[in-house]
């Protein structure tokens, strides 16, 4: 999973050092750090705003060394939903309960549907639908292609698909 983290560090030499070794330690991978000495905090010091690809067990380890270094941890925010797929589905949609089709995926826990394009040329003829899903990692969007294809079948829906999209890492 990718993990942002926010630290107040002293403005002082082998400061930023100190804060990245305990990531290394740990397995953790750096994707990105933003180290900005201009812009102080009041007591002085300054923010550090690092992106890292590590697993949930990584994360604490990480974070007990920081604190055990005296690092400052002012957010760790997880960024759970990383991978996007759009496609495009094509039947009778709404009659089909197109609620019934979002909730599906979005129970799943590890997929969520957060775009729907929704064109209804006429009552009687079939819809189409553009709809963009964004999921946890590869291995869960497989899961949810899965289930896409699955309720496809069950609704005779005729699906185009993967429609290219930059995932959240490109786009970090």
Do not use: W
């Not at 039947?91 to 775009?115: C, L, M, P, S």
């Amino acid at each position: 999973m990718k993990v942002k983290m926010k630290l107040e560090l002293k403005d002082e030499p082998g400061t930023l050092i100190k804060a990245l070794l305990p990531i290394s330690k740990y397995g953790g991978n750096i994707v990105y750090v933003v180290h900005d000495r201009e812009k102080k905090l009041p007591n002085g010091n300054i923010t550090v705003q690092i992106s890292i690809e590590a697993n949930k067990d990584q994360v604490r380890e990480i974070k007990n060394a920081l604190e055990d270094e005296d690092i400052g941890i002012l957010s760790i925010d997880e960024v759970k939903l990383i991978e996007d797929l759009a496609f495009i589905m094509i039947g009778h949609i709404v009659d089909t309960d197109i609620k019934d089709t979002i909730d599906r995926v979005d129970n799943t826990g590890f997929a969520e549907v957060i775009d729907l394009n929704l064109k209804m040329p006429n009552i009687k003829k079939e819809s189409s639908a553009r709809i963009i899903i964004r999921a946890t990692g590869k291995e869960e969007m497989k899961k949810c292609v899965d289930l896409i294809n699955k309720i496809a079948n069950e609704k005779d829906f005729v699906l185009i698909y993967p429609l290219m999209l930059e995932t959240q890492n490109e786009r970090d």
